[in-house]
């Protein structure tokens, strides 16, 4: 990430799409992102696998706090609120992420589970303002994906 003074602003607006199929129902995908047990098991940095703090009330209005430190030294937080969620279909949240003091991005991130023969695809589609040259789409994007990979050996461990 690069530095960036104040007189430097900047922001990139961005939408992508990640999609994983699932060999489970949508209820266990939908558990395993609304149960905060199960959350804080499989939703980590693969360089920082123990967070420091992750707090969550899954309810629309209700808040989720992932906090942890992984190899760059700072602190980094995940601090979302939930928008909307229609069990075993739908989760909708909005959510900042900062690195330190510094807010890197804000987005809007829209998860949905459709039942398929053997199982659920997921798509997650996020709309992110990415601020001052902090973050980019394309990391995001890659660490989404790792995210969604981490659910999917979760499930199979589970199952």
């Not at 969550?56 to 209005?61: A, C, N, Q, T, Y």
Request: charged share 20%; aromatic share 10%.
């Amino acid at each position: 990430m690069k530095e960036t003074s104040v007189s430097q602003r900047s922001v990139v607006h961005s939408t992508f799409v990640v999609e994983r199929f699932y060999p489970a129902a949508p209820a266990r995908v939908f558990s395993a992102f609304s149960n905060p047990e199960a959350k804080r098991r499989w939703f980590v940095d693969p360089h920082d696998p123990m967070p420091s703090r992750h707090d969550m009330d899954f309810r629309v209005g209700g808040k989720e706090v992932n906090a942890g430190c992984p190899s760059d030294g700072q602190m980094h937080f995940f601090n979302a609120v939930y928008q909307d969620i229609v069990p075993d279909q739908r989760i909708v949240y909005s959510y900042e992420l900062l690195f330190g003091q510094t807010r890197v991005s804000v987005s809007l991130a829209t998860i949905e589970l459709v039942a398929e023969a053997g199982g659920t695809r997921l798509v997650m589609t996020e709309q992110g303002a990415f601020l001052d040259g902090h973050d980019t789409s394309a990391t995001r994007e890659h660490g989404t994906g790792e995210l969604l990979d981490a659910l999917g050996a979760f499930l199979k461990i589970q199952a």
